[in-house]
């Protein structure tokens, strides 16, 4: 038999008559869970090569008949690298990076951003949460009206996500995501001076910190699948999504430090030049996707390409997150109205939960790709993460109406909204599905 020459030439089907030999238009590796096979084409006639089996296959070569067992192959491209003996620079097999290999990667790069502006958000959020009793006070305002100044918020995000997703399909997650940091940076900037003009003025200023961060999450799902493959995206999600919830923790216990330095405003103008500053370092160094990046490279690229899904979805993450922003908005005052703390203790008790959530979730997010690489489907992975996201918190909140002291209370709200953070495993990864 004539040795075969590997050649570049991707098969699209094939089919193997028995008896005879099978026709092969060119080079494709199928594999399972435990096997591999590739096929190559002679000039001169057509045969098998580089052929690696782990499982229980059968095999027999031209002339007689083929099979494999009860395997059942698909076509895969996925992990692939250059192998290091093939006679093809195209043939390749690719792998799962390293630790390292994936820390220093390009794509991290563009999520550690993604979980910068994510801090912000919800540090630009949560100021008001601290603010809103000394402001109350100086301002003479009932409690209630109190409230609507923090649910003003709400009223810009009620639409912003389904308009931010929209936009995010027509321009890109980084060009909307760079618009929104500015937009709610100055709506934050700007919120002293609306303070001290009228309440009117105050009221839009929130309303439109509340539409410019609904864009937020729709532009974090269209960077990580543009960039992560899916045996990457629930790790990926749980480290933009610790940025999110540690922004509510130092936005907490930064607010009381920077109010007693600069005033009642302190923390809206120091979080809102901190937003202008992100915005320069987001569009200077990072791309929209992958193969637009200066900074990547060839294998890294090779890996992202050759992983990923090329259809998904933008998923509207707000209609699962009402309750986690009023808990969000409304914890400061709770320890404070409920058990007199003062308003520096009642930032550090609310600062906590959020800070385990951030924990919480990147292990949420390690158990769920491991999940997946094990051979769990997608699906039963998201309904383990969401039940355990949902079912969880629900049975921590009932057991915060027993407690007596918030040191208990606080302990009860950091296991409901740590137990929350699998949900991001969940409904948040769904645009993988």
């Not at 026709?23 to 590739?38: E, Y």
């Not at 900037?189 to 929130?206: D, G, K, N, Q, V």
């Not at 540690?246 to 330095?261: D, F, K």
């Not at 385990?356 to 997010?365: N, P, R, V």
């Amino acid at each position: 038999m004539n040795t075969p020459a590997a050649f570049d030439r991707p098969i699209r089907n094939f089919s193997i008559p028995t008896f005879q030999y099978p026709r092969i238009s060119g080079t494709q590796a199928f594999s399972t869970s435990k096997s591999t096979l590739r096929l190559v084409e002679s000039s001169s006639r057509k045969c098998f090569r580089n052929l690696s089996f782990r499982g229980c296959s059968i095999l027999e070569f031209p002339g007689g008949t083929f099979g494999i067992g009860a395997l059942r192959v698909r076509a895969s491209s996925s992990h692939a690298r250059p192998l290091s003996g093939g006679s093809s620079g195209d043939e390749c097999e690719f792998r799962e990076p390293s630790f390292m290999e994936f820390i220093t990667s390009e794509r991290v790069k563009v999520v550690a951003m993604l979980a910068l502006a994510l801090a912000l958000c919800n540090a630009d959020r949560v100021v008001m949460s601290v603010a809103i009793v000394p402001l109350s006070i100086s301002r003479g305002w009932r409690q209630s009206f109190g409230g609507v100044v923090q649910s003003s918020f709400l009223w810009g995000y009620l639409i912003s996500p389904i308009a931010g997703g929209t936009l995010v399909d027509f321009y890109g997650g980084k060009v909307v995501m760079a618009w929104g940091v500015a937009l709610w940076s100055l709506a934050t900037f700007l919120t002293p001076w609306a303070a001290e003009t009228s309440i009117w003025a105050l009221l839009c200023m929130r309303v439109m910190l509340g539409i410019a961060e609904g864009v937020a999450l729709p532009c974090m799902n269209n960077m990580i699948v543009r960039w992560f493959p899916k045996t990457e995206r629930s790790r990926a999600v749980a480290l933009a999504m610790a940025g999110f919830q540690l922004g509510s923790a130092i936005g907490l216990t930064l607010s009381p430090i920077l109010m007693s330095q600069g005033g009642i405003f302190g923390p809206f103008i120091i979080f809102g030049l901190s937003g202008f500053l992100w915005v320069l370092v987001w569009l200077a160094a990072t791309s929209s996707t992958p193969d637009r990046s200066p900074q990547i490279s060839k294998y890294e690229l090779e890996y992202i390409q050759n992983n990923r899904q090329k259809s998904f979805v933008v998923e509207n993450p707000s209609k699962t997150s009402k309750g986690f922003f009023v808990i969000l908005s409304w914890m400061p005052i709770y320890f404070k109205t409920i058990y007199h703390v003062d308003l520096r203790q009642a930032a550090w008790f609310s600062a906590v939960p959020w800070s385990m959530m951030a924990l919480m979730g990147y292990f949420a997010g390690v158990w769920s790709d491991m999940l997946i690489q094990n051979g769990t489907s997608v699906t039963l992975t998201r309904k383990i993460m969401q039940s355990i996201g949902f079912i969880g918190p629900g049975i921590a909140l009932v057991g915060l109406t027993l407690a007596k002291s918030p040191l208990t209370a606080s302990a009860w709200l950091t296991l409901a909204v740590g137990l929350k953070s699998f949900s991001h495993c969940g409904f948040l990864v769904n645009l993988q599905m």
